[in-house]
């Protein structure tokens, strides 16, 4: 019992290390590894190329795959040259089988050592985060050790020699069980890895063992394509259309297990090498066979999986899970989310006036309902957020996360502040059947219209960060609240002319317009982050002419 523990302790080890290695290298070159895919998909063979680069930094196709989605959500890129990318994932995943296959026993020690004094000296820098790769590199090799040395005692057990005999006889078993595992373990790297120690400790038999390496490569496909069904069909094409590719490979590879069997012993390594070496061989081959072949199956995907009937489809949910192991692209997603937030914000801002000069209680209610799913949204955005490690964020990184809440919370005041407004709509003029002045229903008018191009502009300053925009919304703002008091004015000025609609909703008035500029401050409070890592912002708007005299009182 203590042996199968230490085992799977030694597997499972195995796992957090391949998972500690793919976040922290995404954390070091999140933002540079989409720039460098995005670059480098002018032609196949360097889509290839770009996809084994960056597949050898992360260890992980299915983050390389999940970048390049991303891109193909927004039409950056082809789903041609997304598949070739693919295709130098999975050959960048194989050589770095064969680089820990082949690295020395002191470099665990080494790494975890090293890894560790680099972390811990300088944490939240760059080299700290590649301190902890180190740590990650150094637990893979040390966990193979460990795996090494528990399958000793199980290796003799009869029940275990029983239970591995009927594998060699089933390849299709072989592949399903590598298959499984890829998917449980999130991993396919640790799985071929796995699969080369037991091998080499006699645990497994080398058919067994090649048919557990097709069946991971198969697996990692089949995680994508799991892990892809909620996004939109233009994601879903490329992890499809990467599993189809995989399934033929295996397919095709399971005549020629025998032949790979006679060959492997002669390359001169022992068995680990040899598991590896041919889990890279049928990689390579793999996109030899099928890099001429991305263009028609891009338009064969394209053609059998259409966009449905635009009354059937979804909004998508920007919120991936797995993007979280990438901070830039999961900060992206959020700031997907709160955009449409957002939308759903000015959806009920748009209906205010349309409420007030109609009396429809119907749309009031409608837009009133709207307020729950931005307070929805608001929660899934912020627990999202919250999942993102701050320490291992960049400055940049850091700042934009701290944007994107700052943004979402005020959506959700506005949100609040607007499902009042229409609250006091229905309760101070629909029902009494009361009606606004003509000058006073225009003076709500050209508010509103102000504060529909103030979110728009908003909405642009959280986009892209333009810092003219961000000082022009600022400027909004006083020019905002001079309205709201000269309107304010006006009114009281028809008070004492005793103008009737005046009277009889003066109360209705004044909350009015004082809430659309409650609604304006939050909108313009989007700028002051632009603004102030621009170092266009004073520490106090207090004037120093007025603080002067203040001071000298104090004396």
């Known amino acids: 019992m203590t042996a199968l523990l230490n085992l799977l302790a030694a597997i499972a080890l195995l796992v957090w290390g391949t998972q500690i290695v793919r976040t922290g290298m995404l954390r070091v070159f999140g933002e540079s590894l989409r720039q460098w895919l995005a670059a480098g998909m002018s032609s196949p063979l360097r889509a290839v190329g770009v996809g084994v680069a960056v597949t050898g930094l992360v260890q992980s196709g299915t983050a390389t795959g ?13 789903l041609a040259a997304g598949l070739a990318v693919m295709l130098g994932a999975d050959i960048g995943t194989s050589l770095i089988a064969v680089a820990f296959s082949f690295a020395a026993s002191w470099l665990a020690p080494l790494l975890i050592f090293g890894g560790v004094l680099t972390f811990i000296s300088h944490e939240k820098t760059n080299a700290g985060r590649l ?55 999130y991993s396919s790297l640790a799985v071929v890895l796995l699969t080369a120690t037991l091998a080499g400790a006699a645990v497994l038999p080398a058919a067994a063992a090649l048919g557990l390496v097709l069946g991971a490569n198969l697996g990692s496909g089949l995680l994508a394509v799991l892990i892809s069904t909620k996004a939109p069909v233009a994601e879903r094409r490329l992890p499809v259309g990467n599993l189809l590719f995989k399934g033929i490979g295996c397919l095709l590879m399971i005549p020629l297990l025998p032949q790979a069997l006679a060959w492997l012993p002669r390359s001169g390594g022992d068995v680990p090498h040899q598991v590896v070496l041919f889990h890279l061989g049928f990689n390579l081959l793999m996109a030899l066979s099928f890099i001429r072949l991305t263009r028609r199956t891009a338009r064969l995907l394209e053609r059998f999986m259409t966009e449905p009937p635009l009354s059937a489809v979804q909004r998508p949910r920007h919120l991936d899970p797995l993007a979280l192991d990438a901070p830039s692209l999961a900060i992206s997603c959020a700031a997907r989310e709160a955009l449409h937030q957002a939308d759903v914000v000015e959806t009920m801002l748009r209906g205010i006036v349309p409420v007030l000069r109609d009396d429809d209680l119907p749309l009031a209610q409608r837009l009133r309902e709207m307020d729950d799913q931005v307070d929805v949204l608001y929660t899934d955005i912020k627990l999202y957020l919250t999942q993102i490690s701050r320490e291992a964020l960049s400055e940049d990184e850091s700042r934009r996360w701290q944007d994107v809440m700052a943004f979402t919370i005020n959506m959700e005041q506005i949100g609040d502040i607007i499902e009042r407004v229409l609250q006091d709509i229905e309760d101070k003029k629909i029902r009494p059947k009361r009606r606004l002045s003509d000058a006073g229903m225009a003076e709500v008018s050209q508010l509103h219209e102000r504060l529909l191009a103030n979110l728009r502009l908003g909405m642009s300053v959280f986009l892209d960060g333009n810092l003219r925009d961000a000082r022009k919304l600022l400027e909004e703002k006083a020019r905002f609240r001079d309205l709201q008091y000269a309107y304010a004015a006006n009114h009281i000025a028809r008070l004492q002319e005793n103008t009737p609609h005046s009277v009889e909703t003066s109360s209705l008035h004044l909350d009015l317009i004082s809430d659309l500029k409650r609604v304006n401050s939050h909108i313009c409070s989007i700028a002051y982050p632009i603004l102030e890592s621009a170092g266009a912002l004073r520490a106090t708007r207090v004037r120093a002419s007025v603080l002067a005299p203040m001071d000298t009182e104090a004396r």
């Open 66 to 78: 999940l970048i390049v989605s991303s891109f193909l959500g927004r039409a950056l890129v082809t």
């Open 131 to 185: 301190g902890r790769v180190a740590i990650g590199l150094g637990l893979i090799l040390l966990s193979l050790q460990l795996i090494v040395a528990g399958t000793k005692p199980l290796a003799d057990a009869p029940a275990i020699r029983a239970l591995l005999a009927a594998l060699p006889n089933e390849v299709l078993l072989d592949i399903a069980l590598g298959a499984g595992l890829s998917v449980l373990s």
